[in-house]
């Protein structure tokens, strides 16, 4: 993820450069015109890696955000995140390079893309902002995943003993089997090799999002009715006070639904040209948007219409529904396999980001830049790079055991997704595009561009007032390697 700069010109951003010198070739029919190997993405490969990191396992927790809104707010909250998110991708993708669309510069990732278009301390911001955020979701991905990992073992527990025995159970050997299982993939070199990965985990994401919309359906059908009401839980289930810090929460769980811009240009640096690479995320992000919308409003509203004020957390880990029992083992193994590629999908910026800068750093060591060969039965020859080995393994440990120490980290990320929807999602995009459009200060679309930017910046502080007072709650009654459920 380089750029054909100077090592003079990078100095002033050494500590978030992620760039290395190269000598560009000509475009050719093995390389593009950076002088990189062909790129072979396409709109379906880049629908697949959107909708992998969209469609987390948070869907599941639409209806309790919906619940908290109501059938009139709930509904038209989301619709507008969407389409502030298909909006924002369309200015940020526009800004993969810098001047021509066609033979622009390339920026490799969402920082290259900062400092080409802005400068300054702004990268610094960016950077700090991308990385904790990646880092976050790894914690609460892993956390997600040993849950629905305990949800099949408790499934299967309360079938067994007829609903008698609690089931309560240790999340500690699902973290570490999440754990190991992303060391191995880690290994991967780049986000151009998870093509197959995204594909796998997009298809889970489809079909536990399909059960979860399908009992949906069938709950309401048993009842006869549409639970739930036009402005949310009632009072009187809630006390006042946090029927308004819980509508808040639902803002920001809403908004990290939607949340994909950080890793946007590392995907649109996997599309190949022709058509510009801006054509091709323009319609990989409808695509992405359109579908993740549909899912999210079916999964979120016959949620809340199936459970009304009692809509679940989680519709297929916190037992809103108990059979039938292995329907709910196959989706919630299907979320553990989408998260294990989300995972990755996410992770991916973040792991190059450290190990170009230590090849700055480090031009001369071959613990940093050797490759050795290695021929794996199978699979074909593998580059083993012993610094990526290593730095890759302890990274999942150190998210795994933060993960088994604060098991409600996941309202932590709540709010660490809530804090860079708007400077990752709204703020950067919208300043970019003016700075590269070189739209004028005052004209009408630089006063609309900024009214956006300004309301979502509202939403983004409302929400993460929500999450703090629902982290609060959280250390009053979890303590720290508290692990059974």
């Not at 003993?161 to 991967?188: R, T, V």
């Not at 949340?259 to 599309?271: A, G, H, N, P």
């Amino acid at each position: 993820m380089g750029e054909n700069t100077s090592a003079e010109n990078q100095l002033p951003h050494q500590v978030f450069s992620v760039s290395i010198d190269t000598h560009p070739r000509s475009g050719s029919e093995w390389f593009d015109d950076d002088g990189r190997p062909k790129r072979t993405g396409t709109v379906w490969t880049a629908s697949a890696h959107i909708i992998t990191a969209v469609i987390g396992s948070g869907v599941l927790s639409l209806a309790w955000a919906i619940g908290q809104l109501g059938w009139i707010a709930g509904p038209a909250v989301m619709l507008l995140f969407s389409l502030v998110t298909y909006y924002t991708s369309i200015l940020l993708s526009a800004c993969y390079r810098s001047g021509d669309p066609v033979n622009g510069k390339r920026n490799y990732t969402y920082m290259d893309a900062v400092r080409a278009n802005l400068g300054g301390g702004k990268v610094k911001i960016c950077g700090y902002v991308q990385y904790v955020n990646l880092f976050g979701v790894a914690i609460g991905y892993t956390i997600a995943s040993s849950i629905s990992m305990m949800a099949i073992k408790r499934s299967n527990c309360f079938h067994q003993s007829g609903g008698k025995d609690p089931c309560h159970m240790n999340a500690y050997p699902y973290m570490i089997a999440f754990g190991i299982a992303e060391i191995l993939l880690s290994q991967i070199p780049g986000f151009d090799q998870l093509h197959w990965l995204s594909l796998v985990a997009a298809v889970m994401s489809f079909t536990y999002s399909s059960i979860g919309l399908g009992l949906g359906i069938g709950k309401v059908v048993e009842n006869r009715r549409v639970m739930g009401s036009l402005t949310g839980i009632s009072i009187g289930t809630v006390t006042q006070t946090q029927k308004i810090w819980r509508s808040f929460q639902a803002l920001g769980d809403i908004a990290f639904a939607y949340s994909y811009s950080m890793i946007l240009i590392e995907i649109q640096d996997t599309v190949k040209a022709p058509p510009t690479e801006a054509k091709t995320m323009k319609k990989a992000t409808l695509i992405s948007v359109a579908v993740t919308t549909l899912f999210y409003m079916f999964c979120g509203c016959f949620g809340y219409a199936a459970f009304g004020d009692l809509s679940p957390g989680n519709l297929l880990t916190g037992f809103g529904f108990y059979n039938p029992y292995w329907l709910l083992d196959i989706a919630n193994a299907a979320i553990v396999i989408h998260l294990v590629g989300a995972y990755q999908v996410y992770c991916q910026p973040l792991f190059a980001f450290v190990e170009k800068a230590a090849a700055r750093r480090f031009p001369d060591s071959d613990f940093v830049t050797k490759d050795i060969k290695i021929s794996i039965p199978g699979l074909g020859p593998y580059n083993l790079n012993l610094f990526r080995m290593i730095w890759r393994t302890l990274f999942v440990v150190t998210t795994t055991v933060i993960s088994m120490l604060l098991p409600f980290f996941n309202d932590i990320v709540g709010l660490l997704g809530a804090l860079g929807f708007w400077p990752l999602t709204v703020y950067f995009p919208v300043e970019m595009y003016i700075s590269q459009k070189k739209i004028p200060k005052w004209s009408t679309r630089w006063l609309c561009l900024q009214i956006l930017s300004v309301a979502c910046l509202i939403i983004t502080i409302a929400a993460a007032a929500g999450s703090i007072a629902g982290v609060l709650d959280d250390v009053k009654t979890i303590k720290p390697f508290q692990t059974s459920y």
